[in-house]
């Protein structure tokens, strides 16, 4: 997500994809159709960019949300309150989180797979548990953190796979995400 620092940032053209959902932690206010081919007019359904930035806030997220041959779908959002409590405490793992989803989108893009159907089954889920936090991709689990912060695949649904190491927290820059299982860079 990109957030603006001031009212019409131009800064706001650089706003990822998000695929629609947004992401973890984030609610979306609206949705803005926007022309992104340079050309559009004021008199068109699409908002010129021009338009668009007379809509923009200072401290609100921006994230593409859908993209057309012409136009984009942008998504304005703002925190979900409980989440960002979470995100302090649990901040690598947010982060994590986001990785994946950002690689496995990027990844959809590509391989020109990118249909909303494959795009919500990049979606990462935070689940907390007693010894270990699990995150599930598309809602299935796919990795599980322990207390120490390494990284692990699963054998079966709450079973971690110890023989599956993806590093640690402080690691996962070293990894590719955006596949079926991360690999080492």
């Known amino acids: 997500m990109?957030?603006?620092?001031?009212?019409?940032?131009?800064?706001?053209?650089?706003?990822?994809?998000?695929?629609?959902?947004?992401e973890v932690g984030y609610e979306l206010i609206e949705e803005f159709f926007v022309d992104n081919s340079g050309i559009g007019r004021d008199s068109e359904s699409a908002l010129t960019f021009q338009q668009f930035l007379n809509h923009v806030k200072k401290g609100r997220y921006?994230?593409?949300?859908?993209?057309?041959?012409?136009?984009?779908?942008?998504?304005?959002?703002?925190?979900?309150?409980?989440?960002?409590a979470k995100m302090e405490e649990g901040n690598q793992i947010f982060r994590l989180a986001r990785l994946i989803e950002h690689e496995q989108v990027k990844r959809l893009y590509r391989d020109n797979l990118a249909c909303q159907g494959n795009l919500d089954m990049?979606?990462?889920?935070?689940?907390?548990?007693?010894?270990?936090?699990?995150?599930?991709?598309?809602?299935?689990?796919?990795?599980?953190i322990d207390k120490a912060g390494e990284i692990y695949g699963i054998k079966a649904y709450g079973v971690i796979n110890k023989k599956h190491h993806y590093g640690n927290l402080n690691t996962i820059n070293e990894y590719n995400w955006g596949g079926y299982v991360a690999i080492k860079k």
């Open 62 to 84: 921006y994230g593409i949300r859908n993209v057309g041959r012409f136009q984009v779908y942008i998504g304005e959002y703002k925190k979900k309150k409980h989440v960002e």
């Open 122 to 144: 990049c979606k990462v889920k935070i689940k907390d548990g007693k010894k270990y936090t699990k995150l599930d991709v598309g809602g299935s689990e796919k990795y599980m």
């Open 2 to 22: 990109y957030r603006a620092k001031i009212d019409g940032d131009v800064e706001v053209s650089k706003c990822p994809i998000v695929y629609g959902k947004g």
